[in-house]
């Protein structure tokens, strides 16, 4: 039988107890939304692409949407959304007064897309928000290949 000094399951238990606490919070760091350098986000977040015929990206600090219109001519595109900052983000999209997409993304960095076309050219109306505020968002609209 091993005999301890009464003071070393108290030290022990501390030890693990801070190990636990530092396992826990490296896991649990979350991106400060609120003072992160967007572009710089975005440029390591976004999949680069070529010819991006619409594009944006900020934070979702509130329930509010943020709205953006771009004139976009007709075709086939590929929609691109990412999110920060945990929750979910979606990003609506109309054109000519119908809803053509409402895609959603898991805010952790990981990139959804969606198919879209357009039979007209004319404006694109996009509103990217969250319940889960508050979130970095970035989407692009590029020709489908």
């Not at 039988?1 to 530092?22: E, G, I, K, N």
């Not at 945990?86 to 990003?91: D, I, N, R, T």
């Not at 508050?134 to 290949?145: E, F, M, S």
Request: net charge negative.
């Amino acid at each position: 039988m091993v005999f301890l000094p009464p003071s070393m399951p108290r030290a022990l238990t501390a030890a693990a107890a801070f190990a636990a606490l530092l396992g826990v919070s490296g896991c649990a760091q979350q991106l400060s939304v609120e003072n992160a350098d967007v572009p710089a986000w975005k440029a390591t977040a976004m999949p680069s692409a070529s010819g991006i015929v619409a594009e944006d990206s900020g934070r979702i600090l509130n329930a509010r949407p943020v709205d953006h219109t771009e004139n976009v001519p007709a075709g086939r595109y590929t929609l691109t959304l990412v999110c920060d900052g945990g929750g979910k983000a979606f990003l609506a999209v109309r054109s000519g007064g119908k809803q053509l997409v409402d895609l959603g993304a898991a805010c952790y960095g990981t990139p959804e897309t969606t198919k879209i076309t357009l039979a007209d050219s004319g404006p694109l109306e996009l509103s990217a928000s969250s319940v889960d505020a508050p979130t970095l968002y970035a989407y692009q609209l590029t020709p489908a290949g």
